[in-house]
């Protein structure tokens, strides 16, 4: 890609309203637009970043047997009364609207509820379980605090999985698994040092649940965290009970804000219970299914990625999710050099590399600082100088070191990735 082609432009300011950090550098790269408050549109580069997020997701849910689904925006009213949630003192983040008939409908706040109505249809023997499904499909909820930029929106795709299963036992197999492939999703997206697996509150069905907080300043959450075992204990569940419970010492317990990036809850029979969500038995008798939910939101990890990384220059991203794995700035007119620029350039393409080529008629100071803003891991310099040299000069935007590379190298060392 040319930059000269990208719809977007970078720009020097955020607007004067976004104070958080991850938004602020998102929308001066170009990489979301801000509507309104809690309202992002994701643009070229915004969009392939969380593309990449979600892949990486998708192939852990496949990988321990997901089977993905899309549920629908439009909710029935009915569906969320069997629970008692349709109402507004019960559920504060619903967004409403209605058919032309007047038949009231809900914008999915979540979708619990339309899965087990859904589910139930097609699970009926013991034979069918344990199973579980998932799908990426927006939220929206009118939530009160919408001031974190991407972290926290009115509008934002989840990752949300759900599990069927015949028994606890079967269902804490499952619970254990999912456990196992959100640690692998957050190593592969790099912040698996920063994430903990923490202990918090189970809600109304369970007594605990588990979430996956990310140490972050930006984030709304506190933990207290056991660097050995580890695992954290959110504030609103640490007591002496529960510290005992898992064996923890409130002395040896740091204190840290963190970002909610994941969770995962046990329903028990709470859910297929007000929907008769039963299957039969070996012996011909009905057991409700157990069932459990388990969240990740890839915009909010994505927001936690860009704090962690981003620097005073701009966003740095980790190559498994950047948009693009090389930034190739060309400097100057010289046809020699546009030559072997577009040359670079097409070498990454033949080699499956995902590349930008900075082909604009600017300054290189504009040149630099837009490379530094947009955050790709490599950034390559081609200029009268680094053609006569025969060899390019090759930075990595994390760490700052400078190397000079031929073209055969620096192709080996992107494929290699
Ligand atoms: P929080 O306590 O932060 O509001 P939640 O308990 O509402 O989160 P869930 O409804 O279970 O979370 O959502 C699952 C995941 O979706 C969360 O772990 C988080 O990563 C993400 N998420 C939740 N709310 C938002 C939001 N408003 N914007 C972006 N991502 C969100
Ligand atoms: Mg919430």
Known sequence: MRVSQLITKTRKDAPADETAKNAQLLIKAGYVHKDAAGVYVWLPLGRKVLNNII????????????????????????????????????????????????????????????MVD??????????????????????????????????????FIMKDMYSFSKNEDEHKALYDKVTGAYVKIFNRLGIGESTYFTVASGGAFAEFSHEFQTICDAGEDVVYIDDKKRIAVNEEVMR??????????????????????????SFGTSKSEPFNFVYSDENGGQQHVVMGSYGIGPARVMGVIVELMGDDKGLVWPKNIAPYQLHITS???????????EKLHASCI?????????????????????????????????????????????????????TSQNLDNLINMLSNN
């Open 55 to 114: 892949e990486v997701i998708r192939e852990e849910m496949d990988a321990i047997g997901g089977q993905e689904v899309v549920m629908s925006t439009l909710q029935r009213k009915d569906v969320w009364e069997r629970t008692n949630r349709w109402d507004d003192k019960i559920v504060d983040v619903w967004f409403k609207t209605a058919y032309k008939n007047g038949t009231e409908a809900g914008l999915a706040w979540s979708h619990e509820e339309q």
């Open 118 to 155: 859904t589910f139930r249809q097609h699970i009926d023997s013991y034979k069918d379980l344990p199973k579980s499904v998932y799908q990426f499909q927006n939220k929206l909820r009118n939530e009160t605090r919408a001031k974190s930029g991407i972290m926290r929106t009115r509008e």
């Open 240 to 265: 002496d009970e529960v510290l005992e419970g898992l064996g923890l010492k409130r002395e040896e317990l740091r204190q840290s804000k963190t970002a909610e990036v994941g969770n995962i809850f």
């Open 331 to 341: 400097l100057g007119n010289d046809e020699a050099v546009i030559a072997d620029a």
């Open 350 to 402: 033949e080699a499956g590399i995902e590349v930008l080529w900075d082909d604009r008629d600017v300054s290189a100071g504009e040149k630099f600082a837009d490379a530094d803003l947009m955050g790709m891991p490599i950034r390559v310099v081609v200029s009268k100088k680094t053609l006569e040299g025969g060899t390019y000069e090759v930075k990595n935007r994390q760490t700052g070191e400078i």
